[in-house]
């Protein structure tokens, strides 16, 4: 969970699987593709993220952070946000940073076994 400051607003975002799914009711796409395409874009872009992408990536983060509150449609939500800039780096990398780590990286539970893969037989 991270802490995104705009303007004088602060936004919880949590990637969870709830994010998967509101992402998915929300824009009837699936964010994990977006976000691997839009990293993708990104790198012939000069390093940066398509600007809606990253507003929704970010609102279905926050809904699932505030749960069980309720979070306004997409269109709402970012008509409400002010302040919004697009040159800081810093919301840049909270947003990825936690879509990133939270999708993709998790670590393993402190005691929990590892899938070995199965020998190959000779």
């Known amino acids: 969970m991270r802490s995104i400051k ?3 607003k602060t936004y919880g975002v ?11 009711q929300e824009f009837h796409r699936p964010l994990l593709t977006d976000y691997v395409n839009g990293a993708k874009d990104a790198e012939s872009n000069g390093g940066m993220y398509d600007e809606i992408l ?5 609102w279905a ?6 749960l069980p509150e309720k979070t306004p449609s997409f269109i709402d939500w970012i008509s409400e946000i002010e302040g919004f800039n697009f040159s800081d780096p810093e919301i840049y990398q909270s947003i990825l940073g936690e879509a990133g ?19 190959k037989r000779t």
Do not use: N, S, V, W
Request: glycine letters at 6%; aromatic letters at 10%.
């Open 14 to 24: 949590r990637a969870t699987t709830l994010a998967l799914l509101f992402y998915k």
């Open 101 to 119: 780590e939270g999708f993709f990286q998790k670590p393993l539970i402190k005691g929990q076994a590892q899938i070995k893969k199965p020998r």
């Open 54 to 58: 990253l507003l929704q990536i970010m």
């Open 6 to 8: 705009i303007g004088e």
């Open 61 to 66: 983060m926050h809904k699932a952070d505030r």
